[in-house]
C-alpha cells in the first residue's frame, strides 16, 4: 500500500491535496459553534423536564461537597480568629493582697509563652458584672465584694497549648491562687471538627464530582441516542469527529452550569435556614455570624466545576458512542 | 490515470463471510457505471469501502491516485466532503424540514447562510422541489423523499456520487426519472456509481454495467443485454 501512494505522489504533489477543506473563511469556525448552541438551547427547553432533572441531580452531587467546603472554612476562620485570644485566667482567692497578685503577674510576663496580661481587680469584676446581668441589685445586699480578683494571661501565637503545663502547675502552687484555667477545650474542638469536615469535604467531593459526572455522561448519552440518525447522515457527508462531538459538550456544559446554578441555589436556601439558629449559638461565644466564602468567586468556581464536569461526561459518553457508529 | 481503481480488494468479515472477493475495476473521471448483482452480492460492501465506512481486508482503493482505505481523521473528513451519496431508506432527518436537510452538508463547512440558501436552493430546483423546501420529509411521497436525498447528495458539488439501490421503493416510472436525474449529473461531469439490482432498469440505461456475485466480478461492460454470460475484458 505504501508503493502505491508514493507511486502516485508525484501527482499529488502537482495537483495538490486531492480533497481540501472546504474553505469558507475565517468566521465559520465560529458559525459552527454558533449553530450548535442555538440547537442546544432548543435541544434542551424541547425537553425542559428531563433537562430539569438532570441539573436536579447534578446540582444535589455539587451542592454537598460545596457546601461542606463552606463549612470548613467558616470553622477554620473562627479558629484563626480566635488565634489571639486563648490564654490562661487565674482566679485568686477572696482575700488574695496586692503583693501576691504582682508575684503572679511577674512570673507570668517572665514567661516567653506569654504575650500579654491584664489584671481584674474584684472592682471592676463588680462594675463588669453589674454591666452585664441583672442580678446588681441583689449584690447591693452583700456587705463586701463577692467575687475575687483575676487575671487573664494571652499567649504567644503559635504557642502550643501543651508546652504550658509546668507553666500552669507553677502559677497554681502561688500563695493566693485558687484557680488556673486553660481555655483551649473549645478551640481544639472546633479546629478538630473543621479537620474532620475538611476531609470528609475532599471525599464527598470526589464521591459526588464522579456522580455528577456519570448523570452529566448518561444524560448526554440519551441525548446521542435520540440524534443517532442524524450522527449518522453527519458522519457520512463528512463532519468531523469534533464537529459530531461538539453538540454533546454543549450538553455537557449546558447540563453541568444548570446544576452548578442550582447547587448555588440549594446552598444560599440551606444558608437561609440555619443562619438564625447559627448567630444565636455563635452570639453565646461572642462571636458575631459573618459567613465567609459565598461569594463571586465561589460561585464561579461552582459554576466552572459544574461545566467542566459536564463536558467532561459528556466527552466520556460521546467518544465510545461515536467511535463505534454504525452505518449502511 | 483513473479517478477511482480498486486493487485485489477483499472484504472478509469477522464472521468468515467473504463480501468481496479480489476486486479489480477502475472508473474514469466523469464517467457513469452501474453496480449489480443479487442480493448479497457484495454491492453495498463496494460502496462502503469507497467511502471509507469500513476497510478492506486486503487491497487498496486509490481515488485520485491516493491510498484512502487507511485515512482517518480530519483527513478522511474532508474526503467524504468531497463525496456525494444517495441510499435506498434516504436517512433523513424527520425533525428537519426539507431545506435543513439539503444545507447540512454546507453547515458542516461553515458557510454563510447567504451562501448556503443559494445553493441549497439550485441543489433542490435540480430535483424539482423547490417548492417544498419548508415541509418535512412525512409530508413527501416515497419518490420525493429519495429526490431529497439526492439533492442532499449533490449540494456540495461532489466529484464523486454514489447511490445504493436509490429507487429500491419506488414504482418503474419513478425509478426511471431518478435514474435520468443521476445521468444529468454525470453529464455536468460527476463520476456517478449507481447499485441497483433492478436489471430491467439498468440495461435500458445502455451504460457501463458491473456484475457481482458472491463478491467477485463476473461481468463488467458497457451491455444491454446480460443473459449470456460472456468473458469479459474489463477496460471500462
Ligand atoms: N457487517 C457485516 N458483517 C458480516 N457480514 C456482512 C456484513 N455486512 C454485509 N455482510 C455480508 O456480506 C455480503 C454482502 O453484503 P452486501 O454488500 O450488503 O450485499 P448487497 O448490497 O449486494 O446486497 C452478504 O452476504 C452480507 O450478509
Ligand atoms: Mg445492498
Redesign the interface.
Known sequence: ?AE??EQ?AG??RR?GD?????R??V???W??HL?IARETVHFVSARLGTSLLVWLLVGIALALPAGLYLIERNLSGMTAAWEGRPGLTAYFELGANEQQIRAVVDVLEKDRAVADVSVTSPDQALAEFRRYTDLADALDLLESNPLPASLKATLAPGVETAVLDPLLDRVGSLPGVAEVVLEKTWLERVSDISSVVSRLGVILGLLFGTGALLVTATSVRLAIEARL??L??????????R?MRRPFLYFGAFYGLGGGLLAAMLISLCLLIVEAPLSNLLGSYDQELHLAGFDAVFLGGLLTIGALLGVLGALVAARQRINDLE?? | ?AQIEF?GVTKRFDSGQEALVNVDVSFAEGSMAFLTGHSGAGK?TF??LL?C?DQPSRG?I??????V??MN???L???????G?V?QDH?L??HRSVFDNVS??L??????EK?IARRVRAALSRVGLLEKERLYPRYLSTGEQQRVGIA?AVV?RPKILLA?EPTGNLDPELSRDIMKLFEQFNQVGTTVIVASHDRDLIESMGLRIIELDQGAVIRDGVNTRLDPPVREDADG
Do not use: C
Open positions: 500500500m502505491a501512494t502516485h501527482t499529488r495537483s486531492p480533497w481540501p477543506p472546504v469558507t473563511g468566521g465559520a469556525w458559525r459552527d449553530r440518525e442524524e449518522k447522515v453527519l458522519k457520512l457527508i463528512g463532519a468531523t469527529e464537529q452505518i449502511l | 490515470m486493487h453495498s460502496l462502503k467511502l465506512l487498496q486509490l481515488v485520485n491516485g491516493v491510498n482505505t487507511r481523521g480530519r483527513r473528513a474532508h474526503y467524504r466532503q468531497h463525496l451519496a441510499f436517512h432527518l424527520g447540512l452538508p453547515r458542516i463547512t461553515g458557510m454563510k451562501d442532499r456540495n445504493d
